[in-house]
């Protein structure tokens, strides 16, 4: 059909969900990557390409299709809940991690759902529990695309500080116990808590706040039960330090907390397979709403992560991927001892696991996206996560500006060096030129700092 001439395309009607919905800063920082390849690349929170299970999952998909059967069902739809000899294969899983058994967490293969990567979970738990104008509780900095995906829910999102112990769990206390004050307890729907080397930080929940945690949301719920989701990503890349026990491994009953562990960080992100534990009428509330995005996970993948777990090639590879980033984290840590300016006003993380380590830079300096610090280290030819993206705005509306997500996971080993020298020269330039902004502390407005 022709438009008539003169004819005004008029605008899309647009859901109010869709108009909350920000960019993912992610999609800025790949696209800034792959327009300068020679970029050493410190912000990509990917896993290493090098360290790829791909013999691992070339014997798997050669067994599973030489089975005519096996090769059949792998390729048929199967249930929205998820596959169930891998519920069972994961429920085992679980148990090893934890060295507790399924009953003393009161959980069985059903009350476990295989997600499209943890993600998924993550956003249908915020997606049947959130309505505009209710409360989540996180950690300041936190997760910055749940964030996001939070914020488009109309979620508020108030959060806590972090210390080298992880989220300050006293902290939630007294919000909780303000937010009782002020008659908004029931607004408060969700708390959210990384509590393996956090993102974008490193740092891990100690193991005396994981009780006290589970403690503090069982008692502010009072006219309706107050959700723990507790995102274990980074759980199995552990480098050093003690393996700790879950928050989900105290709530016997199941009750309180969700844990949500994906196949993306342990094996291969593309397998994009996440699997959660929840109560059974948080579950079944997820299941409904899975049922509207997808009415289950691949199930190839599926399949093929089963395999994984049976052959043992799963735990192998979590044992390459523990030498391999040991050795990059390593590598990271010496470079910045070795290049940054050692003069007590900049300090950084030093994570026993995961894929982060988080610098923090003096109080008057700017690193967001429109900074001419970051101009420099991207014309210096290193990339970088601003730490804006990472925090939710105070009480007068400001962010931090003066914080750094470095990544060891995807970048070369011999890259990290030259990459963490570069970023120091800029460091080191600043420090000259503003003389660290007679030390006070930098903040942004969200449009400022995040642009
Ligand atoms: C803390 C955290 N949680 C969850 C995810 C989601 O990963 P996936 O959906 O691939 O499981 C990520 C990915 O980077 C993450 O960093």
Same mark, same amino acid.
């Given at each position: 059909?022709? %438009?008539?001439?003169?004819?005004?395309?008029?605008?899309? &009607?647009?859901? &109010? =969900?869709?108009?909350?919905?920000?960019?993912?800063?992610?999609?800025?920082?790949?696209?800034?990557?792959?327009?300068?390849?020679?970029?050493?690349?410190? &912000?990509?929170?990917?896993?290493?390409?090098?360290?790829?299970?791909?013999?691992?999952?070339?014997?798997?998909?050669?067994?599973?299709?030489?089975?005519?059967?096996?090769?059949?069902?792998?390729? /048929?739809?199967?249930?929205?809940?998820?596959?169930?000899?891998?519920?069972? $294969?994961?429920?085992?899983?679980?148990?090893?991690?934890?060295?507790?058994?399924?009953?003393?967490?009161?959980?069985?293969?059903?009350?476990?759902? #295989?997600?499209?990567?943890?993600?998924?979970?993550?956003?249908?738990?915020?997606? #049947?529990?959130?309505?505009?104008?209710?409360?989540? *509780?996180?950690?300041?900095?936190?997760?910055?695309?749940?964030?996001?995906?939070?914020?488009?829910?109309?979620? /508020?999102?108030?959060?806590?500080?972090?210390?080298?112990?992880?989220?300050?769990?006293?902290?939630?206390?007294?919000?909780?116990?303000?937010?009782? +004050?002020?008659?908004?307890?029931?607004?408060?729907?969700?708390?959210?808590?990384?509590?393996?080397?956090?993102?974008?930080?490193?740092?891990?929940?100690?193991?005396?706040?994981?009780?006290?945690?589970?403690?503090?949301?069982?008692?502010?719920? =009072?006219?309706?039960?107050?959700?723990?989701?507790?995102?274990?990503?980074?759980?199995?890349?552990?480098?050093?330090?003690?393996?700790?026990?879950?928050?989900?491994?105290?709530?016997?009953?199941?009750?309180?907390?969700?844990?949500?562990?994906?196949?993306?960080?342990?094996?291969?992100?593309?397998?994009?397979?996440?699997?959660?534990?929840?109560?059974?009428?948080?579950?079944?509330? #997820?299941?409904?709403?899975?049922?509207?995005?997808?009415?289950?996970?691949?199930?190839?993948?599926?399949?093929?992560?089963?395999?994984?777990?049976?052959?043992?090639?799963?735990?192998?590879?979590?044992?390459?991927? %523990?030498?391999?980033?040991?050795?990059?984290?390593?590598?990271?840590? %010496?470079?910045?001892?070795?290049?940054?300016?050692?003069?007590?006003?900049?300090?950084?993380?030093?994570?026993?696991?995961?894929?982060?380590?988080?610098?923090?830079?003096?109080?008057?300096?700017?690193?967001? +996206?429109?900074? &001419?610090?970051?101009?420099?280290?991207?014309?210096?030819?290193?990339?970088?996560?601003?730490?804006?993206?990472?925090?939710?705005?105070?009480?007068?509306?400001?962010?931090?500006?003066?914080?750094?997500?470095?990544?060891?996971?995807?970048?070369?080993?011999?890259?990290?060096?030259?990459? *963490?020298?570069?970023? $120091?020269?800029?460091?080191?330039? /600043?420090?000259?030129?503003?003389?660290?902004?007679?030390?006070?502390?930098?903040?942004?407005?969200?449009?400022?700092?995040?642009?």
């Amino acid at each position: 059909m022709n %438009e008539p001439e003169q004819y005004t395309l008029p605008g899309l &009607a647009l859901s &109010a =969900k869709s108009a909350r919905t920000r960019e993912q800063p992610i999609s800025f920082l790949i696209a800034e990557a792959l327009r300068n390849p020679r970029l050493i690349n410190l &912000a990509a929170g990917l896993v290493d390409p090098l360290t790829l299970p791909v013999a691992e999952c070339d014997a798997i998909a050669q067994r599973l299709f030489a089975d005519p059967a096996r090769g059949r069902a792998a390729l /048929q739809y199967d249930t929205t809940v998820g596959l169930a000899p891998l519920r069972q $294969a994961l429920l085992a899983h679980i148990e090893q991690l934890e060295g507790v058994s399924a009953r003393q967490m009161g959980l069985t293969e059903n009350d476990l759902v #295989v997600t499209t990567g943890s993600q998924q979970a993550l956003y249908l738990i915020g997606d #049947v529990l959130i309505d505009p104008g209710d409360i989540v *509780i996180a950690a300041n900095p936190s997760y910055f695309v749940y964030a996001g995906a939070l914020s488009s829910l109309g979620a /508020q999102v108030l959060t806590v500080p972090m210390d080298t112990d992880g989220m300050v769990v006293d902290e939630v206390e007294h919000l909780l116990a303000r937010l009782e +004050r002020d008659g908004r307890l029931d607004r408060v729907k969700l708390v959210y808590c990384t509590s393996y080397f956090q993102n974008p930080t490193g740092l891990t929940l100690s193991a005396a706040r994981r009780p006290q945690l589970l403690d503090i949301v069982r008692r502010f719920s =009072k006219r309706h039960r107050i959700m723990l989701l507790e995102d274990a990503a980074y759980r199995e890349l552990r480098y050093d330090g003690p393996a700790h026990r879950s928050i989900k491994s105290y709530d016997a009953l199941n009750r309180f907390t969700v844990i949500s562990h994906t196949f993306s960080k342990p094996f291969a992100p593309g397998l994009k397979l996440g699997y959660s534990a929840m109560p059974p009428d948080l579950l079944n509330a #997820v299941l409904q709403q899975k049922g509207n995005h997808d009415f289950g996970s691949a199930n190839l993948t599926q399949h093929i992560a089963l395999e994984s777990l049976r052959d043992g090639s799963y735990h192998r590879h979590v044992g390459v991927l %523990e030498r391999s980033y040991r050795a990059k984290r390593d590598a990271m840590l %010496e470079a910045l001892d070795r290049h940054m300016p050692q003069d007590g006003t900049i300090s950084w993380t030093r994570p026993g696991g995961g894929l982060y380590v988080w610098l923090a830079l003096p109080a008057g300096f700017d690193t967001s +996206r429109g900074s &001419a610090f970051f101009q420099q280290a991207v014309s210096r030819g290193v990339l970088y996560v601003p730490g804006a993206y990472c925090f939710q705005p105070d009480e007068r509306g400001a962010i931090p500006t003066n914080h750094i997500r470095l990544s060891f996971g995807q970048v070369a080993p011999d890259q990290i060096e030259p990459g *963490i020298e570069r970023l $120091a020269g800029v460091v080191r330039e /600043q420090l000259n030129t503003q003389n660290s902004a007679s030390g006070t502390q930098h903040f942004r407005s969200p449009a400022e700092a995040l642009g």
